[in-house]
């Protein structure tokens, strides 16, 4: 059994070494690289698409890569896979997947297993905590009933690097890990359109309030439960407009909006957040956007605000709303679970919250802001300094070839002293 390290990102290689490589160490040729997602959503997007296209992009010189959803070669309808011997498995040296596959929990073993037994390097990355779904997750009962907290605990055994957003997330499952465990940032390529336009005008003294979430966030909202109403209160409704984004919209295969499960989350978060909420309207709800077009909602948004319930998945869960938020210019108003602590400084890049504090802090902080618009906005502008930096893909994409390197070079050296 190897012996389990945490690695940081913190340079080994610079950009411009890996630029002057000719070949990847310790490799007379391009090193083969299968890129697995589970999807193509949003966590893929961050996670797996985006990132190896920008490594393929910046570092052509270094490997040869193929993406796919489907290195397991399943044909649905035949209920069949392997169709081509698993060609895609064969050809890579180095096969990464990543969350759980939308073919299941039992598929991502069964890639991991492959991968093993054809001697491949795996890489495993997640950006969710599997092992510790908390009670009011709408899909606990999903992952209780297919055992996937094991199915997980199975795959971070059997990787040879493992990859998580952030430090305590890594603290959480380091005894599951056998291989290399390291944490890599969500980061966003900036140079995309949607990451580059500009802020939308508005009245001079309204300030917009927004809350982007998805649609597993039902504990979350009631951490915010009739704010809104009270700051209408105390800063007046006619300074302040709320925006919550992310509405998916109707399942066009359902004869019955009704029966459309995703609808009925977003009706409850409406209840909940404007729990109170008296006069006229100075909310409105917004559609979800595809990834290529997700960051443009931040364009509409002065204060960003997000409430989480505090528990170990939310506690582990990435800062990638600070990257998001920064690159707009827009302060965070968060709870303090996770990582924002990383980044959000009370007063300076927003404001943290504590964990499970009365919504009267959340009152007072948000109405001081509302009252304050260039203060708000000079911590906007701090805050994009520092995600500039940070979070801008295009500058860090890198670090994960340090990781790997480190985790290739300790799984060789384990072999030759086994």
Same mark, same amino acid.
């Given at each position: ?18 630029k002057n490589l000719s070949f990847f ?12 997602a589970a999807n193509k959503g949003g ?145 966003? /390529?900036? *140079?995309?359109? #949607? ?12 300030? @917009? %309030?927004? +809350? ?7 504990? /979350?909202? *009631?951490?915010? #439960? ?12 006619? @300074? %302040?407009? +709320? ?7 109707? /399942? ?17 978060? @409406? ?148």
């Open positions: 059994m190897m012996k389990r390290v945490e690695v940081g990102v913190d340079s080994m290689k610079s950009f411009e070494d890996w160490p310790g490799y007379d040729r391009k090193l083969r690289f299968l890129v697995i966590c893929s997007f961050y996670r797996a698409w985006n990132p190896f296209e920008k490594i393929q992009e910046q570092f052509s010189h270094l490997f040869e890569f193929k993406f796919t959803e489907n290195a397991l070669e399943v044909n649905v309808e035949e209920k069949t896979e392997g169709e081509n011997g698993y060609e895609d498995l064969h050809w890579a040296d180095v096969v990464f997947t990543q969350n759980l596959s939308n073919y299941g929990g039992p598929a991502t073993i069964r890639i991991v297993g492959l991968a093993k037994e054809f001697g491949k390097f795996v890489w495993y990355d997640t950006d969710d905590l599997l092992t510790e779904i908390y009670d009011d997750h709408r899909l606990k009962k999903t992952y209780i009933d297919n055992d996937l907290e094991n199915l997980t605990k199975f795959i971070y055994s059997n990787s040879d690097l493992v990859t998580v957003t952030q430090q305590k997330f890594a603290s959480r499952i380091a005894d599951f890990c056998t291989g290399t465990l390291a944490v890599v940032k969500n980061a966003i /390529d900036y *140079k995309l359109p #949607a990451w580059g336009m500009e802020k939308t005008k508005k009245p001079k003294k309204l300030m @917009r %309030v927004g +809350w982007v979430g998805g649609i597993h966030h039902e504990a /979350d909202v *009631k951490e915010f #439960a009739a704010v809104p109403h009270m700051v209408n209160q105390r800063a007046g409704r006619e @300074r %302040v407009h +709320w925006g919550f984004y992310g509405k998916p919209p109707l /399942d066009p295969s359902l004869e019955n909006p009704k029966e459309d499960w995703q609808q009925q989350v977003w009706e409850n978060y @409406r209840n909940t957040l404007l729990s109170g909420f008296k006069g006229s309207n100075n909310w409105a709800i917004y559609q979800a956007l595809p990834t290529d077009l997700y960051g443009t909602m931040y364009s509409n948004i002065d204060i960003a605000i997000a409430p989480l319930q505090n528990n170990a998945f939310n506690d582990s869960k990435s800062d990638i709303k600070v990257a998001e938020c920064g690159r707009y210019r827009v302060p965070l108003v968060a709870s303090n679970v996770g990582c924002y602590s990383d980044t959000i400084i009370n007063g300076q890049t927003g404001y943290l919250i504590p964990a499970d504090a009365p919504k009267s802090d959340w009152v007072r902080v948000l109405t001081k802001m509302i009252r304050d618009p260039k203060g708000t906005k000079e911590m906007g502008e701090n805050l994009h300094e520092i995600t500039e930096e940070l979070f801008d893909l295009n500058k860090v994409a890198y670090h994960r070839l340090n990781v790997l390197e480190f985790a290739i070079n300790r799984k060789i050296d384990a072999s030759k002293n086994s």
